[in-house]
């Protein structure tokens, strides 16, 4: 279970304080204090499920993602949908780093770790030059594409 890791990491992600937590919990009807939102961030405790549900609507995430998948090291699809890419063209990383305009392969490495992000430019140009939507290229796992 990653409840309290991934509480943590999106409320700072969002830039919220646990005092902004407790006040969502409170305006749904509970009484809460900084001290509970803090005890289920250290995992000393855990929400009941109405409290978790209203922490995944809050993050708009799923409860599913809240409580069992580790959100911190989550990497956009984009990303895994380059390297798929790239690899299923045969394609180097500098062979993307020269038609994104790098200088060297390491750009693109930077991209494919997530440490880079991609502007809406490179996007495009990646989504046109492998014939898929920019929806298709950051919503779909295209790694499960059916091949007719």
Known sequence: MYLAENLKYLRQKKGE????????LSVAGYGYSEMTVSRYEN??????LQKVIILAE??????????TVDMK???PLYLLNLRFLRKKYNMT???ISDLLGFRDKSSCCLIEK???????????????Y?????????KQDL???VNA
């Open 93 to 95: 990383q500098q062979d």
């Open 73 to 75: 090291n989550v990497k």
């Open 143 to 145: 790694s499960k594409e």
């Open 114 to 128: 997530g440490i880079t992000l991609l502007t809406l430019e490179q996007s495009i140009k990646l989504s046109d």
């Open 130 to 138: 492998f014939g898929v939507t920019l929806d298709q290229l950051v």
């Open 43 to 48: 995992g000393e405790c855990e929400p009941e």
């Open 58 to 67: 809050h993050f708009n995430v799923t409860t599913d993602e809240l409580l």
């Open 17 to 24: 304080t646990q005092k902004d937590i407790s006040r969502l």
